[in-house]
């Protein structure tokens, strides 16, 4: 473990940005970091937490994962990313819908249709319970037109150890009645979660320098500050660590003419790759 923080923190000392990490060695139980507790922007790294309360919420019998939602033209007003935004307003599908496309495609008007059954200070308590103590939800859409170099307090933040902590307590729960308790949530609804972060259409960045059919159950975050990723990674069946990846005050271009975003992809997938290497 010594040899990999030493490799994971040289790759993030030759950046011109900050990067901060948080891993679980899933094969050892042991865990390192880098910044792991200081707040960053979280992007849609913030939404697996939105599951998991809403999940919450399904357990105790208030949401419906059945429920059916038509999707007006007021779902998509000043959001800018996902899909479900170019479809034909009137569309219907059930409320499971809404929560896969917010993971899997990090679609917003999915995620403004969640946010409408949630309330934003139940979700804050929710994630204070579950102990992401550093994680503080500020908005449903993130506001459009933010500079790349906005204030910390005009986003929703979280830290890569908040990350990595909920993620544990999803994958403990899935097979733990009593772990999926702890999180106001039931085996089953956790198992689902994982299923539905394996699904996951971005993989530019923790799977990204993996073996082709590896198993990632991740969730990936675009922000103006930076790009983000938080997943559990597999070999085969078994998992075997957790890791979450932040790159924060991304200069729009770098020095060498590249977009920041492409160094952001290549940082976090390579934290990733050292990772694999280590430990499998």
Same mark, same amino acid.
């Given at each position: 473990?010594d040899r990999l923080?030493t490799?994971m923190?040289?790759?993030?000392?030759?950046?011109?940005?900050?990067t901060?990490?948080?891993l679980?060695?899933?094969a050892?139980?042991?865990?390192?970091?880098?910044d792991?507790?200081?707040?960053?922007?979280s992007?849609?790294t913030?939404?697996?937490?939105?599951?998991?309360?809403?999940?919450a919420?399904?357990?105790?019998?208030?949401?419906?994962?059945d429920?059916r939602i038509?999707?007006?033209?007021?779902?998509a007003?000043?959001?800018?990313?996902?899909v479900l935004r170019?479809m034909t307003?009137?569309?219907?599908?059930p409320?499971?819908d809404?929560?896969?496309?917010?993971?899997?495609t990090?679609?917003?008007?999915?995620?403004?249709?969640v946010?409408?059954?949630?309330d934003r200070?139940?979700?804050?308590e929710w994630?204070?319970r579950a102990?992401?103590?550093? *994680?503080v939800?500020?908005f449903?859409i993130? +506001?459009l @037109?933010? !500079?790349?170099?906005?204030?910390?307090?005009? #986003?929703?933040?979280?830290?890569?150890?908040?990350?990595?902590?909920?993620?544990?307590r999803?994958l403990?729960?899935?097979?733990?009645?009593?772990?999926?308790?702890r999180?106001?949530?039931?085996?089953?609804?956790?198992?689902?979660?994982?299923e539905v972060?394996?699904?996951?259409?971005y993989?530019?960045?923790?799977?990204?320098?993996?073996?082709?059919?590896?198993?990632?159950?991740?969730?990936?975050?675009?922000?103006q500050?930076?790009?983000?990723d938080a997943?559990?990674?597999?070999?085969?069946?078994?998992?075997i660590y957790?890791l979450a990846?932040? *790159?924060?005050r991304?200069?729009p271009?770098? +020095?060498? @003419?590249? !977009?920041?975003?492409?160094h952001?992809?290549a #940082?976090?997938?390579?934290?990733?790759r050292l990772c694999?290497?280590?430990?499998?």
């Open positions: 473990m923080v490799d923190n040289a790759l993030c000392d030759a950046q011109i940005f900050g901060s990490w948080h679980v060695n899933l050892t139980g042991t865990s390192a970091g880098r792991a507790d200081i707040p960053v922007p992007a849609s913030r939404k697996t937490s939105i599951m998991m309360a809403v999940l919420q399904v357990a105790a019998g208030r949401l419906d994962l429920e038509t999707i007006e033209p007021r779902h007003d000043g959001v800018a990313s996902g170019y307003p009137g569309l219907v599908i409320f499971r809404a929560v896969v496309q917010m993971i899997i990090s679609d917003n008007v999915a995620t403004r249709i946010m409408e059954r949630i200070d139940a979700l804050n994630c204070g102990g992401m103590t550093g *994680t939800h500020r449903d993130p +506001p @037109g933010m !500079p790349w170099d906005h204030p910390l307090d005009a #986003v929703t933040t979280t830290t890569p150890a908040d990350q990595t902590l909920l993620l544990q999803i403990d729960g899935a097979a733990d009645q009593d772990a999926a308790a999180i106001g949530c039931t085996t089953p609804l956790c198992a689902w979660a994982l972060l394996s699904w996951q259409i993989r530019n960045m923790i799977p990204s320098r993996l073996p082709p059919d590896t198993r990632v159950a991740n969730k990936t975050g675009l922000g500050r930076g790009r983000m997943g559990i990674v597999y070999c085969g069946t078994r998992p957790i990846g932040f *790159t924060d991304v200069p271009v770098m +020095p060498d @003419g590249l !977009p920041g975003f492409t952001s992809f #940082v976090i997938g390579g934290l990733s694999w290497d280590a430990i499998t």
